[in-house]
């Protein structure tokens, strides 16, 4: 039996993405490692527990400026996706959807909410053995950026072990995922670490 709560398909309201706040941090945090299981078996065993997200690791990084938004279902919580502005660039943090809700464009639009927030290059890391995910950026205008450059970007702009460096990918927003501040973007999707978390 799920240990969420689920959202009633028959009554469903549209969803709702609204900022987090303190109140929704255990939701947070339940949602993130759930989703997070899909790295089990995947990604290096050295980079993955569980939990894959610790408490105080959450809270670290909402300490260090990561704004999370989530995104709700009849008052549940389904996916969550930070952003983090660090220098001349905004990375997006920790997309995560829960396991029953994946693939049925949470992610999608909890990123189109995002995009046009930022002001600044958009860069999502990520593990390069999680190709779904590699894959959910690519479908909205990411780009991946070559080994040379993606390891200068990982070190620069996150805070990361080695290891990390080496196991993770960088992907840059395109003109067609982000229109330079400048309003809402055109997506081209149809839809809609040691190794601590992912970047
Ligand atoms: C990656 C993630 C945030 C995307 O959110 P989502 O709501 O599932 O994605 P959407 O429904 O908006 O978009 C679906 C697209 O994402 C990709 N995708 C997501 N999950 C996938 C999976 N399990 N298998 C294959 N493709 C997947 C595909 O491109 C997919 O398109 P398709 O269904 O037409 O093949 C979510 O799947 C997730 O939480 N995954 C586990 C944790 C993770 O990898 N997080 C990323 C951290 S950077």
Known sequence: MSRFDQPNEETASPPVIRPCSAHDFDAMLAVVNAAA???????????????????????????AGVRFWASFEADVMVGIMGIQDVD????????????????????????????????????????????????????????LVAPAEKDQLLRRYWTISERQVETSVVLRAGPSAWAGGRGRVHVTATSAASCDSAP
Do not use: N
């Not at 899909?38 to 980079?47: E, S």
């Not at 593990?127 to 950026?137: G, L, M, T, V």
């Open 37 to 63: 299981r899909a790295y089990g078996g995947v990604i290096p065993a050295d980079c993955y527990g569980e939990p894959y997200m610790p408490a105080a690791e959450l809270r670290g990084e909402i300490a």
């Open 88 to 143: 001349d660039m905004t990375l997006i943090r920790h997309a995560y959807v829960r396991p029953d809700r994946q693939r049925k464009g949470v992610g999608s639009r909890l990123l189109q909410h995002l995009l046009p927030l930022t002001m600044k290059v958009p860069l999502v890391g990520t593990w390069a053995d999680a190709w779904w995910a590699i894959s959910f950026y690519e479908r909205h205008g990411f780009s």
